[in-house]
Structures are given as C-alpha cells and as structure tokens.
C-alpha cells in the first residue's frame, strides 16, 4: 500500500507552475471572499484543480441550461517575445508579500501556492516559515508546496507537525515528507480516507494523486463512490493522473453537466497528467455561455502548452466582474505569454485585491525570454 517512495509510477509528482493545491474548505472559503455575484456563487473544487472558484463542494450547486453552440472562438494573435518587464515584477513581488502579512489566512495561503509556483529560489524561507502560521489552510498550502519543491530543510519542522491540531494539515505534511523520500507515515493515509470528515477525505485523495503510487488505487475506487461530491471527483482526478481511463470517462461525463462547477472541475482534472489527447476536447469549451468555463478551459489548455485561448482571457480582463477577472489572470499564468505584460499590468491595477494577487502570480511565472 502507500508507503515506499518511487513505487507505483515513480514516487511524488511535481506540481506544475498555476496549479493550486489549497485544501476543498479552504478554497470554498476563499471564492466566497471574492464576494461574486449573487446570481452565481461557486462553490470551490479542491484547488489544486480548478482555476480558483470551481466544485460545488460542500456547498449548492448552480445549474444553467447547456449552452447553445456558438461561433469559434478567437484565434489568438501571433506571440511576440517582449522582454521581460523588470519593474513590473518588481511590483509583482511587493503584490505578493504583502498578501504574505495580510491578516487574512486565506490570502496568505494563495500567496504561499504562488510562492511555490514561481521559478528560481524565490520565496522558499517564506514557505518553510508558513509551516508555523495560526491559520490551519495557510499551514497546508505550506505543508503542500514544501512536498511539490522538495525544500528538505523543513523537513525537521514537518516531523514536528504529524499531529498537527487540524487533520487536513496532517494529510499534507504526510505527502510532504513522502516527498521527501521519508515514507514512515505514508501508511496513516489508508486511515485519513475513512475520516468522518469530508475535507480530510478529499484532501487524501488529492495527495494519493499527487503521489502516484498505484498501490492507493484500491483506496481511490472506495472514494469514488463516497457520499460527497468532493471526494468522488477528486478520487476520479487522482486516479486519471495514473492513467486510469474510467476515470477519465467519468471525468468526460462532468462535461456534459448541467452545473457549470462541475464542467469547471472536470476541464481542469482533465489535463491533469498533461495528455495532449484531451486539447481538442478542452478546446470545444472556449466558446459557449458561460464564461466561466471559458476561461477555465483556457487555463486548461495553458497547461497543455497551448496558447489557444489566449484572446478569451485576454477579452476578459475588462469584464465587469470579478471572477471573470481573476480566472483571466490565472488562464494567463498558465500560458504564459510574455506579451501578456501590459494585460497583467492593467490587472495589477485592480480594485479586487485577489485580482491583483492572481495577477502578480502570473507574473511572476513569466520566464526570460531567450
């Protein structure tokens, strides 16, 4: 079972620049925050899935009809190679630390997952000192992030939080240490799966995912039939980053839902192992009434290396509304287009401090161009 680094598929899976790893409550938690629209409160996904506000997790579900086939959607415009903007990372950077001394535990728990999504050093001290913040999904985030960059001066610091007072927090030191090649505990996530609590069941999931050992597939069929939502789709995404191709079917049919969380969800689970075979699936999704999902199939594609929905997020930058706004800022950071400067820089402006934070992460990930 789980417990011996490099079994199954080769031990913990890094975690891609974009991807966010908060736990399910948290991440509710957060999108609430936002203050979106009344007419459309999206319950969270486990975050390290979707682009920030999906899953109708733990919460109501938000149905629309399906949307009519539209138009294709606009072709982005030929990249160009812009030099990186200096000052404006600069800005980025003071975007982010100060969202790492707000007293909000959930804006500090975003900046410590755009931490660990930043290349180069940067930010590592900050991670390990998260390790001890007072906010349970700040300790997470940090807990998660040490396992995805393998920081093995906390490890020291993660043995000392294996009976930390929040039990999603001990999930995530146990995949961080597994990480570290220190499997001794690894074995608890067998019990952390039959937790009464739907958020320790889900975050286990999420780390068996991560993990990749095909020994925890045994465990992952149970949680896919759990009671919560949260849990199935999160066991359902686990498993199709071990290639399981029922649970990419599955995942093919949250597609077809009539919720718009779980068409969010999916996208993003979707393109969780990096399959080109799923872009032309996620790219029937840039069009379409709702928004939303637009802008989480652009973030998708993103991951897939794809720039294809670069003008949908680029167009979004100027919508009136917030969610809009912050799912445009992360589809960027995924694609990463260094001639997204000026559009990040108008975001970095915005009224919506988790707008700007969403803004100076993508950034931050924009690399030197050659």
């Known amino acids: ?35 979106f629209r009344s007419a459309m409160i ?11 506000c999906a899953g109708g997790h733990g919460g109501r579900k938000v149905a629309y009809p399906s949307p009519e086939p539209s138009k294709p959607a606009p072709m982005p415009p030929p990249a160009r190679n812009v030099p990186l903007d200096p000052q404006l990372r600069a800005q980025a950077q003071a975007e982010v630390d100060r969202a790492l001394r707000d ?8 900046a410590i997952e755009i931490l660990s999504s930043t290349p180069g050093n940067t930010g590592r001290s900050e991670i390990i000192t998260a390790l001890r913040d007072p906010k349970a999904g700040v300790r997470s985030a940090a807990a998660m992030a040490v396992g995805a960059l393998k920081l093995r001066d906390a490890e020291a610091q993660l043995v000392r939080m294996l009976n930390d007072s929040d039990p999603v927090v001990q999930v995530s030191v146990r995949y961080a240490l597994h990480a570290l090649g220190s499997t001794t505990h690894s074995h608890d996530l ?70 718009v969380d779980d068409q969010m969800f999916a996208l993003q689970a979707l393109v969780a192992p990096r399959d080109q075979q799923m872009k032309g699936l996620v790219t029937g999704f840039l069009t379409g009434d709702w928004t939303e999902v637009q802008l989480t199939a652009a973030r998708a594609l993103g991951q897939l290396d794809s720039d294809r929905g670069y003008a949908v997020a680029t167009n979004a930058v100027s919508s009136s509304d917030p969610l809009h706004r912050f799912l445009a800022a992360r589809a960027l950071a995924t694609i990463g287009r260094s001639d997204s400067q000026d559009v990040l820089r ?25």
Request: include cysteine; charge should be positive; glycine fraction near 8%.
């Open 42 to 52: 999206l319950p969270l996904a486990s975050l390290l899935l979707v682009s920030g």
């Open 190 to 259: 067998e019990k952390t799966a039959r937790s009464a609590e739907w958020s320790v069941r889900a975050q286990t999931a999420l780390v068996l995912g991560l993990l990749q050992d095909r020994s925890a597939l045994k465990i992952l069929r149970v949680l896919k039939r759990d009671t919560n939502v949260a849990v199935r789709q999160q066991a359902l995404e686990a498993m199709w980053r071990m290639h399981e191709d029922e649970a990419m079917k599955e995942l093919v049919g949250y597609t077809a839902s009539r919720f």
């Open 346 to 370: 108008k975001l970095m402006t915005d009224s919506e401090p988790r707008v700007r934070l969403a803004a100076a992460g993508a950034v931050l990930q924009l690399k030197k161009t050659a």
């Open 103 to 110: 007293p909000d535990g959930l804006t500090r728990a975003n």
């Open 1 to 35: 079972m789980v417990g011996e680094a490099g079994s199954g598929s080769g031990g913990a899976q890094a975690v891609r620049p974009g991807i966010n790893f908060m736990t399910p409550a948290t991440n509710r938690a957060m999108c609430n925050q936002l203050n």
